[in-house]
């Protein structure tokens, strides 16, 4: 997963874009960059790690001019490069390109094979590459013109952001997969991929891009293009359970409202017996507090977050693995001790952590231990951009939720119906993408992944 | 303030060291550090920093031996030099000599003008280094004797850990300013400034430290010596208000249950209407919870932090201070807007803080904000260890509760009382200190104070 | 200027590599890399600085393989960027192409041009990116054929190293401007810019590489191809004179021997009077012992190089650019004191130098100061890989030899003659290059250059 | 050994510091170090590693104050310890107590042993924290007074800086084994251990210190105080054959005069038939260049010092010890091949070194070797601060020069005599410490050593 953040029109481009990047930090933790277009000049900025990390005063203050645009990547297993990083910039006859790119291509390997063909050389393993040197083909002397056809030729979930010269160009695709926002500022236009990255900095939120839509930005003149045919929307509702941040708005919902109201779903359908409920922090926080109100059962922090885990802490050899979770979650032994509890946890995809999470609450004393997850069984494999693992590793797809329960060694076990979490999302139920839970592909499946792919990218 | 703790007995006493000293973080962030005994030699390892970041996998294997003690030190304004870093470690003829200490002296002063004028020679200036030159004058043949005889000379507060060659001593002052217990692993002996750091490693709590109570551990033995005049206790309330872990038990209760115990008394005392009961995070999450429960208000989750706020973020100079805060603390719009909220934080020391997260709600659509304080109104310095500003830098020394309320914004402003607090505590009020609130202090106060110790080394 | 060095065959590829580079340093200080092709995978370890500053244990062993290819890089003013750095490498269709590339190309403006209107992407500013462009574009599956029209295009000079897959190509413009020699070590072939590489790890000196000449050396097989029309030779006489390493030799003499034969031409010429003859340390030190020997003056060692002056030494600023000077040469003062001396120089070019050595020796006491150079005046610009200042920086092409004498300060000034220079190079006069000197280019001189050779990447 | 300077009354006395190091780079490579005086202020910069990687602009800024003292280290096996590094610095009753000291105590293990009975603790291993102790402990109020008692308890070899405060204290001991010398510039008084660091400032020259003699600089005066009774005058010979640096005038002398007089009488004492002269770089070059004068034979560079070699230098592991040296000293095979050669070294110690340089040779294509060497055999261990190796690893204390000819492989080997010697130096050869060569010590040996001592820090 990514985050993306542009704006165009303000004279403090290069520091918005890195505040837009801070509020985005979730959406992915591995690298950041920003890009920035001043006098005919790119200025650029990546690294590997957090925002905070990435970015100094110096560097913050080096991106000057009014236009620019920013990514943070998630950290996938496998092509962690460092020439990865996006923003990907080259410079071309046509001028400056850049993107920073939210999703996944489902025909990158045709894309990428058919272009080497004709002798275009490739500097990255990343599908965004890909829309460049499509871009780089394109001879029309209209940037609208060029990045029609070039977009019209990729297929898949993106929710991207190109800079040519001085133009900022934002697209999603016409299932609307991931989110992308359009904001004001100081009459600047901002386009983020979470409303979160708006609130930050006091930016008005104006309406969400829609899906198949092209903004083109320039000299404060926004022009929308819809040049795709139209589809079924097909919003993921994964970003609502996991991903997104609670204070974000995204597919016209608020995410915390959406997460309580999983929670209190989930304790209509759980209906079990407790001293107290308790999230799992803070992936649980929410649901919890959704399930606790409703259900009318006392709220605990059972478990606390130690706010000291750095990256670099060492886990002495002789420790079991569930000693590593014991020094991230402090649980409070007086608070568990002989209790029954309902445990929620937004979800379950390899089975460990909550294994773990389990063995630490028994360890400090708690008698029962229900644990309730706000979605349903994952069990699919997802194309569109969320790194879930192979299908092989995905515990739902391989065992049932009985045996779920004994593995994780809870003593009962409550997902989320696919109807209850489908009546919590506020919107139109047909608008969302369930494939991984229901196993329903709103779009043809790719048959052959590039190797290139197999480094995920997005 | 800091931590420390002590293992004796243990084949891997440096590694259980730094896994102790995690679970101690938070009473010191500022620099860390390691003293390991092997065969005759000292191994150290310190740095500035957290923990996770002074250590390596390489520095941890390297403390061989099976005693070793460590320390968290607090960033203090003005004297943070890596030369202060602890355990304090000199070669000397008694052998090698090694000091941990959290608390404070109160006649450190004039010790150290004596020493200095019969040829001592001072390395740093912290007053933990008073009591390695006390112990380096006495010329008995007896540990026992040149311990005792040197700590007769200190006054004020300390729990503190010796190591003189492969002997552990721990000993605490006789009011017990500072907590100290006293724990088992595998029959190695443990002291360590919380018992959180007994649970992390799976050690049994044996119990606590006594104030005036000196402990020499040494081949696996541990001998009891009290040689000091016995005093009325005097533990530091703070340590239950705010300064010590959650799951941590100190002078007798949890703190988590007291932190509820504080916020369900102020629910009583207070009696504010409101939509719903907010903490601030996380601080105030404790009593909050305590306060939502007594009341029987919703507890919801206004505000929540960032967990990606780096020590490296850059604020661009353009945004005001209040920015910072809401880059930490990200408030949920959609749940405050509009709303008459009770928030909760635990104490209240120059206001500036406050100030700020009341802007933030304010700015975020809350409509009425009463704001809750754990504790009463905080008027006078300590002298034992907490590291307050100066008393014209405490808002409630200087201001009304009224005025404290016009200065940090909120619509009400309601401090616990000093009776309130002594009831949450559990065990005997009389044994507090409360000096901070009441401004009658247990022990002579110092007239003079080193130059030194206006660096305040703890 | 440049240095290159490649081997073909032996299973320590990388780290004999990583020697020849060490040997060919001077060529190259800027930065340096090296590839190796190990089982179908690309081994690139490049970076900034001196070859000793940018590998370390760990990268040379992991430069795996049996062909190995490395570049050492000079720095020149202005487009000095990390990912200038060579050898450069793409992934492609026709497999893995590094490129390492030592001379200058004259129709790379033309070159590249055209490229990039078929919609290549640059990814550097270097003139050499173009050859694996044009290599790119090619569909023969000869990989013979593919090079050789890929050459065919270029023009100008150039000595360079290909590695497609795990064929080492290596070849030489047609004038023969840089030197480039064949070598042998246990099987294995080696290319080199010097002889002085191959002497380092004991290889043996096999021929030069022939202008006009391609080497295609696979499976420890090396086929020679010469497809170019033969041009008159142009071999450039200033690596004899400076750039050259003095134990090297280069089209068919020993460095050291042509410079000693200079300095005796030039003893010839200026007749002096004089106590002793001195070396500017250490580019005249050949020269002048040349010099003292035919003139029967006695050699002293005036001016002593500082081994100290680190890349970081900061002159405070009170002191004057002579100073720094004297920080790096430290004369002696009772050996020159009251003195008439013979300085011999290899060149002067901006003038500035010598003026700075003419200052430090008088300040030094030297009465009378005849300063001799060891070539002509250089007067025009090189378009074939040496890195000489603008026209209007060139003193000899703004100011009589008087002028000079006068600008440095010295008693008087003596260059050699350009039928001196030529007699002492050993071979056939009229196969050097002289263009610097006399202004005979021997190729067509580009009358537009590229923006990107602005940069001069050679 | 070590490097001292020193300057009183320059408002610039840190940065001309920082240039005399520089100057005296060669006496100490390990470490370096700058104190100043500002207001009551004492400013420290001290790391391992040379001048220039220890200091930078910025630090070099940071040194205000007129008074400053600086130190060079010299790596010795062993104790080579950050904390090590000179100047040392203690804050006591006294004032600011600075020391900077090149040479050896012959006493320090006694000395050690009464401070640390009386309660002194060391923070160092090095001899020099002796003399800070034992001003600590005197309590005369007259200055003068107490530097006195304290030097007279220190017996050896020690030319020492001391500050106190703003008074800057130079010392000697009464047999002036190392050198010392006072110059002036802009009023400002300046000590340092040779006059090199005073002609790179441009200050003058105005005396040595002298054997014996303490100097008081304050407020821009000097007092000289001669407290101990006189000794004959022991010179360290090695200085002139060796160690200082050839601009340097010691002992009376040019020292680049006494290296040519010491090659001259080599000449006459050797007598060897051959094609040419040439030095092992850089070590012989004087020496070579006075024999190649007083034989009448060319003089030739037949092996050119490499100056790209860093202290970084990977050498793989398949290569000989014997190639590390090929990689510095580059032999010119066209010159040394089939040639009978006179090879002037200063001095053997070990032997291996010479050993690699004679294969370097033979492998170049030297037919015959004459090792010529311009010192007679050292015999004996040095207790004045020359760190040679334990005389089990002197060569010449276990092999006769016929048997040290075969082990370094030469045709012939030539040492010079001590009357050669003595005759080269200029002043009186009785004033001279010729102990390493002879065994006849100017002063008692120490029976016994310090631990400490054996850690050899100076």
Do not use: W
Request: aromatic share 8%; glycine share 8%.
């Amino acid at each position: 997963m990514c985050g993306i953040f542009g704006i165009s029109g303000h004279k403090e481009a290069g520091k918005i874009t890195y505040l837009g990047l801070y509020a985005l930090q979730h959406r992915g933790e591995e690298s950041a960059g920003i890009v920035s277009y001043n006098k005919n000049n790119i200025i650029m900025k990546k690294g590997m790690g957090l925002v905070s990390d990435v970015f100094d005063k110096k560097s913050i203050d080096s991106l000057k001019g009014k236009v620019a645009i920013g990514h943070v990547r998630y950290s996938t297993t496998g092509g962690s490069h460092s020439k990865n990083i996006q923003p990907f910039f080259v410079k071309h006859k046509n001028g400056n390109l850049v993107i920073a790119h939210n999703g996944n291509l489902t025909n990158s390997f045709d894309l990428s094979t058919k272009l080497e063909q004709s002798g275009s050389i490739f500097q990255t393993s990343m599908d965004s590459e890909i829309v460049v040197h499509l871009l780089a083909k394109e001879v029309s002397p209209s940037i609208e013109k060029r990045v029609i056809n070039a977009l019209s030729q990729i297929e898949g979930a993106y929710s991207l952001l190109l800079m040519i010269n001085d133009t900022m160009i934002a697209a999603r695709d016409p299932f609307g997969f991931r989110p992308l926002c359009l904001g004001k500022l100081e009459g600047a236009y901002i386009v983020a991929s979470e409303t979160c990255a708006l609130d930050l900095i006091n930016a008005t939120y104006v309406r969400d891009i829609e899906p198949g839509e092209i903004v083109f930005i320039e000299n404060g003149k926004l022009r929308s293009v819809k040049a795709f045919e139209p589809q079924k929307h097909a919003h993921c509702i994964f970003e609502h359970i996991y991903f997104a941040r609670p204070d974000s708005m995204i597919f016209g919902e608020t995410v915390y409202n959406v997460r309580k109201k999983l929670g209190a779903c989930l304790a209509e359908e759980a209906k079990v017996e407790a001293d107290f409920v308790m999230p799992i922090p803070d992936s649980g926080s929410f649901a919890a507090l959704g399930y606790a109100q409703r259900s009318q059962k006392p709220f605990e922090l059972g478990i606390i977050r130690n706010h000291y885990i750095g990256r670099t802490f060492i886990q002495p050899s002789q420790f079991t693995r569930e000693f590593k979770v014991r020094v991230k979650l402090n649980p409070i032994k007086n608070v568990l001790n002989g209790k029954n509890v309902v445990v929620v946890e937004d979800s379950i995809v390899r089975g460990t952590t909550s294994q773990n999470r389990v063995k630490t609450l028994r360890n400090s004393g708690a008698k029962k231990i229900h644990f309730c997850v706000s979605c349903p069984p994952i069990k699919n494999p997802c194309f569109y951009g969320i790194d879930f693992p192979s299908k092989k590793e995905l515990i739902a797809a391989n065992k049932s939720v009985e045996q779920i329960k004994d593995f994780i060694g809870a003593d009962s076990l409550h997902y989320l119906s696919l109807n209850g979490m489908l009546d919590s999302v506020g919107i139109d139920k047909q608008s969302f993408c369930t494939a991984c839970f229901s196993g329903k592909y709103p779009t043809k499946i790719p048959t052959k992944f590039s190797k290139k792919m197999l480094e995920k990218n997005k």
